[in-house]
């Protein structure tokens, strides 16, 4: 295991390669994640302010 | 458009109908994609002897040429969809087209920054201005560019057309990055894998390559699919199958 880890004297590059592999490609699957969910957020913000709009526009005080 | 293109492909070009076709088709492309590369990389890190020149330094292979490859793949769907874009006014096309370039702008970066960490211990230098490597950061460039362009526009499918447009121009760089080993004096080495012909590569080495390759293309096809469903959400805010999901998914 430890010679695996070691990558024979070359793990300081080996290893930042697949990190840097990994960790950008999580981040770019989680990006449109959250773009989704903050889309939906302010589009029911949206809905929400017009069917308060219309209800006020029905019933005035 | 002609009618020689069957039915189906006109109806999975509508937003409603392909927002859920992405959404079926997402989680088994990642699934397959996570499978590929634990296999891939099983065969690369552990599997696969070490290089007689190169020790085991050679092991970054199996994610820097993958991702090489991605990069000018991913770029030719690009421009192919933006062509689409251009002249047939698809809107789905603008979609993928616009949606592909952080993905590809991802793989790039990567490829150039795992060719640097490969370049230090074999070449001595981090860097160095040759032909293979000045024109991997110019496709860096280039896919910024296109993002850029698409996101400075207050109308998006303005911005859309307008980053279709440099993305079909900046089409000339692929060749250029695929030949240049070819065409000028080089620190990188030349192909190694072969599409005609036998490969240069010992086939312990070349499976783990593929499997990596086929695991790349997999995941940017699950990517493409969330993305374009994040961006189809935007575009069609004010449709009623956009509310339906907002509202379904805000009763939660």
Known sequence: MNAFLAMGGYAAYVWPAYAVFFAVLLADAIAPRLRRGRILRELRARLARQTARQQRGAAPP | ?252
């Open chain 2, 1 to 252: 458009m002609a009618n020689w293109i069957p039915l189906w492909v006109h109806k999975l070009g509508s937003p409603p109908l392909f927002y859920r076709f992405a959404g079926a088709a997402r989680p088994w492309l990642l699934a397959l994609a996570v499978l590929a590369a634990a296999g891939g990389l099983y065969g690369g890190l552990v599997l696969a002897p070490s290089d007689y020149q190169q020790g085991d330094a050679y092991r970054i292979i199996f994610i820097h040429v993958p991702s090489a490859w991605m990069s000018l793949f991913i770029y030719g769907v690009m421009a192919v969809a933006s062509f689409v874009a251009l002249v047939w006014r698809v809107k789905l096309a603008e979609v993928v087209a616009m949606e592909s370039a952080p993905v590809g702008a991802a793989f790039t970066f990567i490829t150039l920054v795992t060719g640097s960490l490969w370049g230090k211990p074999m070449w001595g230098t981090w860097w160095t201005w040759d032909a293979r490597l000045t024109s991997e950061l110019v496709l860096l460039f280039l896919y910024l560019g296109v993002i850029g362009l698409y996101h400075a526009f207050e109308d998006r499918r303005q911005g859309a057309r307008a980053a279709a447009f440099l993305a079909l121009i900046g089409i000339v760089n692929v060749p250029i990055v695929h030949f240049s080993v070819n065409w000028w004096n080089t620190l990188h080495q030349g192909s190694t894998v072969r599409i005609l012909g036998p490969s240069k590569m010992a086939p312990s080495m070349l499976w783990p390559l593929l499997t990596m390759m086929a695991a790349t293309k997999l995941y940017y096809l699950a990517s493409l699919c969330s993305r374009v469903r994040a961006d189809l959400l935007a575009l069609e805010g004010g449709k009623d199958w956009v509310r339906k999901i907002a509202e379904a998914e805000g009763s939660r």
